[in-house]
């Protein structure tokens, strides 16, 4: 019997070798052996692999629509008020976490104005703390940020961007940024300042638009030194902030690539400068809206997939129209907890 075993161990090894062998004849040949049945014909199969629903290794959870602000190209606007509770927005992020994912930003609306920022903060600190993520980030327009917010959750947080499309305040009131006797412009300096003091990474954000195009920013950005600067062209989502059931008209806000181009050649010293035009934006991002569904922007509106929360991430993230080759190619990936940066606080 030990002598059987050896010699069909013997022969199962060489006829392994063999299908190894003829594999790449396969691929070409139509080779087919007695008894054998394939169950899927090879191109299903790779199609089945080219099919693969994407990772959602950055996500951007935009958990509130509500803002202070009315800027008028905002392509995320206030159609409604819905915002889930902390224990369900906390389900999802671990389902997404399970499901690969490394980094998160909260944006909104205005993520600060839920709970005066203990919605967000509470979610900061879940992320960092109980998913162990690499990286949380939040997107503001910083009116409504405390120092004391800072003191009870600025060590959770990795990077906070703040919103500055100019340093001429009247060109943000005519944007819409402003807001009664606040100055923006102040309050961004103040910021930059607390992010020093409780370590965190410190970003700007600039949609580039009709009425700042023709700004030249050097020297302020220079002076603020964030780990980045990213700087988008100004786009059209029809339902958002174009068509007729949008809430705001930012037709007269959009500039042309060649404008675009201009602004990006006038700062190209700016070595924090990441610049974002309206094709590298379309597909790259992961959005996720205040009832956890991934919008897809492929066809120039949101159209929103089912809540991760029904039906699991995997089965929600194919209606994501995400496009994981660009948000590679556009630098989506970087070096994003601060504890990597090295940085000098």
Known sequence: LSVGRAVLAALRGRL????????????????SLPGWRDSAPRPQREQEWDDAPPTPTSVNYHFTRQCNYKCGFCFHT?????????????????????????KINFSGGEPFLQDRGEFVGKL?????????????????????????????????????????????????????RGQGKKNHVENLLKLRQWCKEYAVAFKINSVINRFNVEEDMNEQIKALNPVRWKVFQCLLIEGENSGEDALREAEKFVISDEDFDRFLDRHKDVSCLVPESNQKMRDSYLILDEYMRFLNCRNGRKEPSKSILDVGVEAAIKFSGFDEKMFLKRGGKYVWSKADMKLDW
Not at 16 to 28: D, I, M, N, T
Not at 78 to 102: D, I, N, Q, W, Y
């Open 16 to 31: 392994g070798a063999l299908c190894w062998s003829l594999a790449p004849l396969s691929l070409s040949l139509p080779l």
């Open 78 to 102: 206030a159609k409604t008020s819905f915002v889930l509770p902390l224990e369900e927005a906390k389900r999802g992020l671990a389902m997404l976490k399970e499901g690969g994912m490394e």
């Open 124 to 176: 900061v600190q879940f992320c960092k703390q109980e998913l162990e993520l690499p990286s949380v980030s939040i997107v503001s327009n910083g009116s409504l940020i405390r120092k004391q917010w800072f003191q009870k959750y600025g060590e959770y947080l990795d990077i906070l961007a703040i919103s500055c499309d100019s340093f001429d305040e009247d060109v943000n009131v005519l944007i819409g």
